[in-house]
């Protein structure tokens, strides 16, 4: 089955500064890529994803970038404000109602 | 996207007790499905909810301890059976639409269950 690495675990980061986040899939057959933030206390929360057919995409401070050739995708967060500060997990599925492998998790934080 | 209620938010419950959480949607769904959570960790797939048909679990999860149901294409719910302090967790549904290029699956907020 699919199996998805997420690196790093813990990045801590200057307000203003970017973020990035890294993850690998072992499925060449994963075709969608979301991208959820999880807040303490909440449920997931969807902020990007990005489907094989795309290479990047970005939606204001947040883009998401896809090497299918390479196996791995990475989450990018530029002027990081103190509200980005969450667990921040990718995921990978064969279908983008299907069932979601995810990453294990990155705790991002952002000092003013 | 879709809105989703789950309910309870939070429990504590007693070892040897079951708990039914109950899983919401504003809008038909094509699919259900119900994740944990434990402390610190990611997010793992306990089952799909089928409606009108038994449930899908996963490698690790048997329905005699997470029996499921899903009566209609807007609300299912999740047991946890004679819990125990492992079952602490946070225990999350999502949904998703079939069909589209722009459909995924978004997540409720949780319920966040401590067994003594």
């Known amino acids: 089955g699919e199996n998805v690495e997420q690196h790093p675990s813990t990045l801590s980061v200057q307000e203003g500064d970017s973020a990035v986040i890294k993850c690998t899939y072992s499925d060449s057959a994963s075709n969608y890529f979301p991208w959820y933030k999880q807040e303490l206390g909440k449920g997931p929360q969807l902020i990007i994803d990005?489907?094989?057919?795309?290479g990047e995409k970005k939606d204001q401070r947040i883009a998401v970038t896809l090497n299918k050739t390479a196996k791995h995708f990475s989450l990018h967060i530029t002027e990081t404000q103190p509200e980005d500060s969450a667990v921040y997990f990718c995921a990978a599925t064969t279908d983008s109602w299907g069932k979601l492998q995810f990453g294990a998790g990155t705790q991002v934080v952002v000092t003013p | 996207s879709a809105v989703i209620s789950q309910k309870p938010s939070r429990d504590i419950c007693q070892r040897g007790t079951s708990l039914t959480i109950q899983c919401q949607v504003d809008?038909?769904?094509?699919?259900m499905f119900w994740y944990r959570q434990q402390p610190g960790q990611s997010l793992t797939l306990i089952a799909t909810a089928n409606q009108g048909s038994e449930a899908t679990y996963e490698s690790g999860f048997v329905i005699d301890k997470f029996p499921i149901s899903r009566p209609n294409l807007t609300f299912s719910t999740l047991t946890v059976s004679n819990m125990s302090p492992e079952d602490s967790s946070i225990y999350l549904c999502?949904?998703?639409?079939?069909?589209?290029?722009?459909?995924?699956?978004?997540f409720g907020p949780g319920t966040r269950l401590t067994v003594l």
């Open positions: 990005i489907r094989s057919n795309v």
């Open positions: 809008s038909q769904v094509t699919m």
């Open positions: 999502s949904v998703g639409r079939a069909g589209g290029p722009t459909d995924t699956q978004y």
